[in-house]
């Protein structure tokens, strides 16, 4: 028996209510719209729904396009000039093992002049534990002879690569595996 509509139940909320909980809710979607159908009739029961498909592809397209250029930019070497690596001596003033990157903070010494403190940001702390190092590896007081990447702007900054780095003395910077 289907319930008489008024104005205020037209097939569209029915088909909205359907639209919206037939994926999750089948059972209590189809009672529902039987109840707002104006008609009385059971709505579609069929489960492809092509404009649906088509708007959750569009919503989904919008999505990796408007997330796609922050990872882009995330991941861009632009800034460091990876032609004229430069080497560093210096003392260690703080070790971060945070992500997405690691950093070390360099004083290094100049020559009749202040002490620089070089901002120089590295690989992904689990890049560098597959390596063996750990938030421990490197400590303030230490001293380190790097090569890095400088930045292109002139700024004491750069990159730095596990690799390229040594103590002072040129010894290696041995690591527990």
């Known amino acids: 028996m289907a319930i008489e509509s008024k104005s ?4 569209y909320p029915a088909a909205l209510i359907w639209y919206i909980l037939s994926p999750t809710q089948p ?3 189809m009672r529902l719209a039987r109840l707002l159908d104006a008609r009385g009739a ?8 092509p ?3 088509n708007v959750g592809a569009v919503i989904a397209g919008i999505g990796f396009v408007a997330t796609g250029g922050a990872a882009i930019g995330h991941h861009s070497i632009a800034m460091f000039d990876r032609e004229h690596p430069i080497q560093l001596v210096g003392i260690v003033r703080d070790f971060k093992f945070t992500s997405p990157h690691t950093f070390i903070v360099l004083e290094v010494m100049g020559k ?5 403190i070089w901002n120089l940001e590295g690989e992904s ?6 390596d063996g190092w750990s938030s421990q590896t490197i400590k303030p007081g230490d001293e380190l ?3 890095v990447e400088p930045l292109r702007s002139g700024a004491p900054g750069g990159v730095w690569h596990a690799r390229k780095t040594t103590y002072k003395d ?3 910077i041995v690591v527990v595996h």
């Open 42 to 49: 059971p709505l579609s029961t069929r489960r492809h729904d």
């Open 51 to 53: 404009v649906r498909a």
């Open 112 to 116: 009749d002049a202040p002490p620089v």
């Open 27 to 29: 059972a209590v979607c």
């Open 145 to 147: 002879q790097l090569i």
């Open 125 to 130: 702390p689990n890049s560098l534990k597959w």
């Open 170 to 172: 040129g010894s290696p």
């Open 8 to 11: 205020l139940f037209s097939p």
